[in-house]
């Protein structure tokens, strides 16, 4: 369960740029609808859905901000062609929340939920992979409320649309769901590697149909 630990540096997922991806210079802003604001008193982080003790588990802005704190650097890959190399994230392992939290034996998926009812679908195994990391920060500094302050997920392997912004908590599930994204022509994996854009592009078990 997760220890005291306070800081540990994680390892370095930078891979280079996948294939049909550019380098992009600065850290462009990308989303679908407006900005949430940030209200510390109404916020929580909720791990729901088929949990082990079939209970909700809830941390509030302060709780969350004492959970053990760890650093990533990692590549973002935009599905329109642009990458960002090796940025540091800071923040928490999506890791330590499932430990604090865990899924019952039968959990196979996860769906990450931000604000606005904005959604994306994970493997189990790709959400409790080391480098998958709930980010507060970028380069040492607090995320700005464009990129996803307070809380953003960042996951290193895959396109950047299955991080969303303004997370406010996961679902544990026991069959996989498309996501925001996934449910609108693109591909449930989305593996910048294989070129997995678009949902046209699925093979036989790669997920739920659209
Ligand atoms: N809540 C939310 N998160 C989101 C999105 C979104 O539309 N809503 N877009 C995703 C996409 S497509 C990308 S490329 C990244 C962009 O992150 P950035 O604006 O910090 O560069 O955020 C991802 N997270
Ligand atoms: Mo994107």
Redesign the pocket.
């Known amino acids: 369960m997760g220890q005291p630990e306070s800081r540990e540096q994680q390892g370095a997922v930078q891979s280079g740029l996948p294939p049909g991806q550019r380098l992009q210079r600065g850290?462009?802003?990308?989303?679908?609808?407006p900005v949430p604001k940030f209200k510390p008193d109404r916020w929580e982080f909720r791990v729901f859905g088929a949990t082990a003790d079939g209970e909700k588990h809830c941390w509030n802005h302060e709780e969350f901000s004492a959970l053990p704190f760890s650093t990533v650097v990692a590549d973002?890959h935009?599905?329109?062609k642009f990458s960002?190399l090796s940025a540091e994230w800071g923040g928490v392992r999506a890791r330590t929340l499932v430990e604090l939290a865990p899924p019952a034996p039968e959990v196979t998926h996860v769906m990450v939920w931000?604000?606005?009812g904005?959604s994306a679908n994970l493997r189990l195994a790709e959400f409790t992979d080391a480098n998958t990391l709930f980010a507060t920060h970028k380069a040492g500094e607090l995320l700005t409320a464009?990129?996803?302050f307070p809380l953003?997920l960042v996951v290193p392997k895959l396109?950047?649309?299955k991080?969303?912004?303004?997370v406010r908590g996961i679902e544990y599930m026991t069959a996989d769901r498309r996501g925001?994204?996934e449910e609108r022509g693109y591909h449930n994996l989305g593996d910048p590697w294989q070129e997995q854009r678009y949902s046209y592009q699925e093979g036989p078990g790669d997920g739920p149909e659209l």
């Open positions: 850290w462009p802003v990308t989303h679908y609808g973002l935009c599905v329109t960002m931000a604000e606005y904005y464009e990129h996803g953003r396109y950047a649309w991080g969303p912004k303004w925001f994204w």
